[in-house]
């Protein structure tokens, strides 16, 4: 088992008011790569402290979500496209969560705008793709699960060479791998439905304005297990490799 620690790659935190009562997305995150044998997970804030040590220097790598935008290039952002094109280079363990999923497509050369059908919010049914049944990562979910998720944007053109996974009625692209240690995940295996309902609680007129009822949407919240399983899954295999 490797003696580097993981690296949690913060690109940005929840609301304040929702930090407080449950914590911050490097929280969720850390749990559940503990509940995969993690003892040593360093958490670095990208846009606060720049770049982190070479992608050599851990075991694995997990990019956060963020309420940025990809597309907004903000140079904190585009920073970190070199040191990510490296990490898979170089065959580090790389995990990225929503703004990290896009941004790592956006790195290695993918596409990613708003969603032309506009928000994916709630507990949503993710389908897996057959080829993901030898994927290490998802490979023991089951085909179809439930996930919490979150965006209003997405990778609209997967990077050449990145095998699709898994998507969802609303969005095709909900997880990829590209060579045999970097992944990209849209849904959110950190989220519980309790984070996610106290996100619904301050969307109400947002969703409104996209026809959405944000009351309907946190009433039908569920645990979702299989997903959050991904995090620990991915800690057992960065230690490994």
């Known amino acids: 088992m490797s003696a580097l620690p993981l690296l949690i790659l913060k690109t940005g935190s929840t609301h304040p008011h929702i930090r407080e009562q449950l ?9 559940g790569l503990r509940e995969g ?14 770049l982190p040590a070479s992608p050599d220097r851990f075991a ?26 490296t990490a898979v280079e170089t065959g580090t363990p790389v995990l990225g969560i929503c703004y990290g999923h ?7 050369g993918g596409e990613v705008t708003h969603h032309p059908a506009g928000v994916e ?28 998720a979150v965006h209003w944007q997405s990778v609209r053109r997967l990077p ?5 996974l898994a998507g969802s009625a609303h969005e095709a692209h909900h997880a ?36 959405l009822d944000a009351t309907e949407i946190a ?10 399983s991904v995090l620990p899954r991915f800690a057992r295999l960065a230690l490994s490799a």
């Open 102 to 108: 896009q941004l790592l497509a956006h790195a290695l």
């Open 176 to 211: 990829f791998r590209v060579g045999e240690r970097a992944w990209g995940v849209q849904f959110h295996p950190e989220f519980s439905d309790e984070a996610l309902r106290a996100y619904l609680d301050g969307l109400g007129p947002t969703l409104a304005r996209e026809g």
């Open 60 to 85: 694995g790598v997990v990019l956060t979500g963020s309420h940025n935008m990809v597309s907004e290039r903000e140079p904190w952002s585009e920073a970190l496209v070199p040191w990510l094109q």
């Open 121 to 148: 919010i709630g507990t949503v049914t993710v389908e897996r793709h057959p080829v993901s049944a030898s994927d290490p990562l998802l490979g023991d979910l089951p085909e179809h699960f439930p996930a919490q």
């Open 160 to 164: 050449d060479g990145a095998v699709l």
């Open 219 to 228: 009433g039908a919240l569920r645990p979702t297990p299989e997903a959050a």
């Open 37 to 50: 044998g993690a003892t040593a997970v360093h958490s670095h804030d990208a846009q606060a402290d720049g």
């Open 23 to 31: 914590g911050d997305f490097d929280d969720w995150i850390a749990a």
